[in-house]
């Protein structure tokens, strides 16, 4: 996931573990997509415990990101495509 | 089985992809070095991917490559294999923190690989709670000595499955 290093992001959550980070997207943002490990998101495939929760807030995406080392975090990026291509997925 | 140009079949040797945790737990590259000669002795051919770290501490431990194989980077070896590029017979995960719980997860969902999830460390029994996808858990408190490990990895005995 080098791409997602270079990005612009802002960290909402870290040091919690994958499932609390799930937990954490649907209960504050009212609008998420359930995705399966392995789905492309910024040209990226997401690792993750099925189903993988990725929040939606306006034009900003708000998603898990996992290294094996620093546990997952959870990133928020504003990107107006991607957040539109995945409000476009099915519920 | 596949057909060769001259007509005959021929059989592709089984493959196990080893994914490396952080290597934090000195016991990891013991055991991935252990696992890939038991491996190899079966006629399985090991592919390990892990981080920079976890596969330098190998590279550098086999430099003439008596037991390591292809070594890969992990994220190219998730990309491979999401995109249908490459798949593995069996997949090994190495679990000592909720990240490799987490790669365990992603590659149980997408490898057709039997999966293996070796958990170890002070945390192991909280972490094996936490393995609810289908999978052969091989795990024992083990940090820096990697017999209780190597033990419950022999009583599986993964590459004879």
């Not at chain 1, 995705?35 to 900003?60: E, N, R, S, Y």
């Not at chain 2, 021929?10 to 016991?27: M, R």
């Not at chain 2, 696992?35 to 920079?52: C, D, M, S, W, Y």
Request: hydrophobic share 40%; with cysteine; glycine share 6%.
């Amino acid at each position: 996931m080098g791409c997602v290093e270079s990005m612009n992001y802002e960290i909402v959550l870290r040091d919690a573990t994958f499932k609390e980070s799930r937990d954490y997207i649907k209960k504050t943002y009212a609008e998420f997509r359930d995705v399966q490990p392995g789905f492309k998101i910024f040209d990226t495939h997401v690792i993750g415990l099925p189903p993988i929760a990725i929040g939606l807030d306006g034009d900003f995406v708000i998603f898990p990101f996992t290294k094996p080392c620093h546990g997952t975090f959870l990133l928020r990026v504003e990107d107006k495509e991607e957040a539109a291509r995945l409000r476009a997925l099915k519920k | 089985m596949d057909e060769s140009v001259t007509g005959e079949t021929t059989t592709q040797p089984a493959t196990a992809l080893l994914v490396l945790g952080c290597p934090q737990v000195p016991v990891q590259t013991s055991i991935a070095l252990y696992l890939i000669n038991r491996l190899k002795k079966a006629g399985i051919v090991p592919i390990v991917a892990g981080n920079k770290a976890a596969n330098t501490l190998l590279v550098v431990a086999d430099p003439d490559r008596h037991y390591l194989g292809e070594v890969m980077d992990l994220d190219r070896a998730v990309v491979q294999i999401t995109e249908k590029k490459r798949d593995f017979d069996r997949c090994f995960v190495f679990i000592h923190n909720d990240a490799g719980v987490t790669y365990a997860g992603t590659m149980s969902a997408i490898s057709k690989a039997k999966v293996y999830t070796i958990i170890y460390g002070e945390h192991y029994e909280d972490l094996q709670k936490q393995i609810d996808f289908p999978c052969t858990t091989i795990a024992a408190k083990a940090v820096h000595n990697p017999l209780p490990l190597k033990k419950a990895l022999d009583e599986v005995a993964p590459w004879a499955a």
